[in-house]
C-alpha cells in the first residue's frame, strides 16, 4: 500500500502563492496518474491538477495560475499554486489512480 504525505498547506492572503506536496512511500508504477484533488465541505470532489509520465491536466478553474511537476527521484509530486483566490479555499487531497491512494489531505484556506 502507498503511503502518501502532504506538506505545504495553509493560510494566506489573495495574490499570495504557496505549494503543496505529495510524498509517495515508494516508486508510482508509470500507468498511474499522480496528482491532486480538491473539496469543499458539502461539495463534490473536484480535480485540480494530475501528471503521468506523458500528460499533464488541469482543472478550468486553477488553470494558468498552478502548476504540477515531478521528482521521480524523491517520490513526490509538487503544486505550485500562484495568484490564489478565495475560491481555491479547501481541503487538498493528493491521490494516485487508479490504484486509488489518497493522502490525509491538507487545507488551504485564502482570505479576501
Known amino acids: 500500500q502507498v503511503q502518501l504525505v502532504e506538506s505545504g498547506g495553509g493560510s494566506v492572503q489573495a495574490g499570495e502563492s504557496l505549494t503543496l506536496t505529495c510524498a509517495a512511500s515508494e516508486i508510482i508504477p508509470s500507468n498511474n496518474v499522480i496528482g491532486w484533488y480538491r473539496q469543499i465541505p458539502g461539495a463534490q470532489l473536484e480535480l485540480v491538477a494530475v501528471?503521468?509520465?506523458?500528460?499533464?491536466v488541469y482543472g478550468a478553474p486553477v488553470k494558468g495560475r498552478f502548476t504540477i511537476s515531478r521528482d521521480k527521484a524523491k517520490n513526490s509530486v509538487h503544486l505550485q499554486m500562484n495568484n490564489l483566490k478565495p475560491d481555491d479555499t479547501a481541503d487538498y487531497y493528493c491521490?494516485?489512480?487508479?490504484?486509488?491512494?489518497w493522502g490525509q489531505g491538507s487545507q488551504v484556506t485564502v482570505s479576501s
Open positions: 501528471i503521468n509520465d506523458t500528460d499533464v
Open positions: 491521490s494516485v489512480q487508479p490504484m486509488n491512494f
